[in-house]
């Protein structure tokens, strides 16, 4: 039969909450932890910003250091009791912040990839297409397109692709492959930061 839950009352009377059992203290102290380990795998840069207390930077620091099993986790558990002083929200927000940009950047890239490589093979009115579709604007000439080359987007676009694919063919080192993806990334990602409408799918073409 379960025990029944004792409560205690107050000097005026009033019945207090019950006192947090030892399995939820159990379960929070866990959580904090876990929270301790996912700070652990943050550069120190983005530590700081978190403005944690000294104490717990210096032991997250040297959790990230120890390579022993027992003695990381002993350390953690150190963390998870230093974590105790500190508001686990805000961090949890900022962690959550951190791993949505994460994220975000690593589809942006697949992205830019993808349009890249698209562009390396495509012909005819197909390669017209998907340089028309792409919302990119390039403000200088980047590298590996020469001076005196095209000043439109389109035709530096073209350009570059034309100059990759002739890197490709004579096995030479990718300058304008590297160029023409680092356009496609800012352009991408200027066009999404300005709120106008990506590219379409590759799919469509």
Same mark, same amino acid.
């Given at each position: $039969?379960?025990?029944?839950?004792?409560?205690?009352?107050?000097?005026?009377?009033?019945?207090?909450? /019950?006192?947090?059992?030892?399995?939820?203290?159990?379960? @929070?102290?866990?959580?904090?932890q876990?929270?301790?380990?996912?700070?652990?795998?943050? /550069?120190?840069?983005? $530590?700081?910003?978190?403005?944690? /207390?000294?104490?717990? +930077?210096?032991a #997250?620091?040297?959790?990230?250091r120890?390579?022993?099993?027992?003695?990381?986790?002993?350390?953690?558990?150190f963390?998870?009791?230093? $974590?105790?002083?500190?508001?686990?929200?805000?961090?949890? +927000?900022a962690?959550?912040?951190?791993?949505?940009?994460?994220?975000?950047d690593?589809?942006?890239l697949?992205? @830019?990839?993808q349009?890249?490589?698209r562009? $390396?093979?495509?012909?005819?009115?197909?390669?017209? @297409?998907? #340089?028309?579709?792409?919302p +990119?604007?390039? &403000?200088?000439?980047?590298?590996? +397109?020469? !001076?005196?080359?095209?000043?439109t987007?389109?035709?530096?676009?073209?350009?570059?692709?034309?100059?990759?694919?002739?890197?490709?063919? !004579?096995?030479?080192? /990718?300058?304008?492959?590297?160029a #023409?993806?680092?356009?496609?990334r800012?352009?991408?990602?200027?066009?999404?930061? !300005?709120?106008?409408?990506?590219?379409? &799918? #590759?799919?469509?073409?």
């Amino acid at each position: $039969m379960p025990r029944a839950q004792r409560y205690q009352w107050t000097a005026d009377g009033q019945e207090e909450a /019950p006192r947090p059992s030892r399995s939820s203290k159990k379960r @929070a102290s866990l959580a904090l932890q876990d929270l301790g380990a996912e700070l652990a795998r943050l /550069p120190l840069g983005d $530590m700081r910003t978190l403005n944690l /207390p000294a104490d717990l +930077v210096e032991a #997250l620091e040297l959790y990230a250091r120890i390579r022993d099993h027992e003695g990381r986790r002993r350390q953690l558990q150190f963390i998870g009791r230093l $974590m105790r002083d500190v508001d686990p929200e805000p961090v949890r +927000v900022a962690l959550e912040a951190r791993q949505a940009r994460a994220t975000a950047d690593s589809a942006a890239l697949h992205r @830019a990839e993808q349009w890249r490589d698209r562009l $390396m093979t495509a012909e005819g009115a197909e390669l017209d @297409a998907l #340089l028309d579709a792409l919302p +990119v604007g390039l &403000d200088t000439a980047p590298e590996g +397109v020469t !001076a005196d080359a095209p000043a439109t987007t389109r035709e530096k676009l073209y350009a570059l692709t034309l100059e990759a694919r002739r890197e490709k063919a !004579a096995g030479t080192a /990718p300058h304008a492959a590297r160029a #023409l993806f680092r356009a496609l990334r800012s352009g991408l990602a200027a066009a999404a930061a !300005a709120g106008r409408e990506q590219a379409a &799918d #590759l799919e469509k073409f």
